[in-house]
């Protein structure tokens, strides 16, 4: 039994809990180049949306192209790219390495 406290998955469970959606937000970081996307990763995909088809998904990339995700967007799932540049990314990893060996 799911035993429900104060801010697990109640309305202070997350910064975006006074939306509606939030329950929806799914968030993925790929930070290797788009040939190594394949089988497995679409694969969780369709999973997701097949649970969740009004899942909201944000994909975080210096690599992907904006049109990736076409096919998913021309069937009516959400699924959003976030360019983030290499530098910055560079530049983000290297603080956490210098910040927490």
């Not at 801010?7 to 993925?28: A, E």
């Not at 996307?37 to 690599?63: C, E, M, T």
């Amino acid at each position: 039994m799911l035993v429900k406290k104060k801010g697990i998955l109640g309305k202070d469970g997350s910064s975006f809990s006074q939306t509606s959606y939030w329950n929806k937000l799914h968030f993925l970081c790929w930070t290797t180049e788009k040939e190594s996307w394949g089988y497995r990763q679409n694969k969780i995909l369709q999973l997701l949306f097949v649970h969740s088809p009004d899942a909201i998904v944000i994909v975080i990339s210096s690599s992907l192209p904006k049109d990736f995700f076409q096919e998913y967007e021309e069937l009516g799932y959400r699924i959003y790219i976030v360019p983030i540049s290499q530098e910055v990314s560079f530049f983000f990893f290297n603080q956490r390495l210098i910040d927490y060996p």
